[in-house]
């Protein structure tokens, strides 16, 4: 399994090659779709491995909230998973770059660690939002994802004790290293 550690302003900032399912951190990250249900891919993994709690609590957001809009975050209980909580966030579906999906793409990570410092958590794991059936191009979406983690960290000092990404395959572990040596000085 492919492993990287560095440390952004006194916070452990780790990428790792596996399944966020099994991640043992306070609160795992769901790249979800709008209406919060059990999709494909990350969000169908989650759902199935965290079992009805997660599907339920996700269900009585939808029913209070409506749609969750792109660049949101919500939190419900982890379930049968390891982790605690979950975080549901909406990626932006990728329409070639020129539609704003830098900044909402910047706006789901964000919004997840506003909320997980918001709820006292300490160690949060991230999947490569909107990566997927969202189409977004891994290489960028790595840079938009590690810049923000790195700036929100700065701004941040001390909040968190660790930020993972957890990335499903080795190909997408090494877009994400590959970027973050593009990112991790500016």
């Avoid at 990626?91 to 789901?108: I, M, R, S, T």
């Avoid at 938009?144 to 701004?155: H, S």
Wanted: glycine share 12%.
């Amino acid at each position: 399994m492919e492993r990287f550690e560095t440390e952004v302003a006194g916070t452990r900032l780790v990428l790792v090659q596996g399944d966020i399912t099994k991640q043992e951190v306070e609160a795992i990250v769901n790249a979800a779709n709008p209406d919060l249900t059990p999709g494909g891919g990350v969000s169908g993994a989650i759902h199935r491995a965290g079992g009805p709690l997660v599907t339920e609590a996700a269900a009585r957001i939808r029913q209070e909230r409506g749609r969750l809009p792109t660049g949101e975050a919500v939190l419900t209980p982890g379930g049968n998973l390891p982790a605690k909580f979950v975080i549901h966030t909406v990626g932006p579906v990728w329409q070639g770059g020129a539609k704003g999906e830098p900044a909402l793409l910047a706006k789901a990570y964000r919004s997840c660690l506003i909320l997980a410092v918001e709820k006292g958590l300490r160690t949060i794991a991230f999947p490569s939002i909107s990566t997927g059936a969202y189409g977004y191009p891994v290489d960028q979406a790595a840079e938009v994802a590690l810049r923000t983690v790195r700036d929100f960290l700065r701004e941040n000092p001390g909040k968190l004790q660790e930020v993972r990404f957890v990335l499903f395959s080795v190909p997408d572990f090494q877009a994400y290293r590959a970027a973050w040596e593009r990112v991790k000085g500016l």
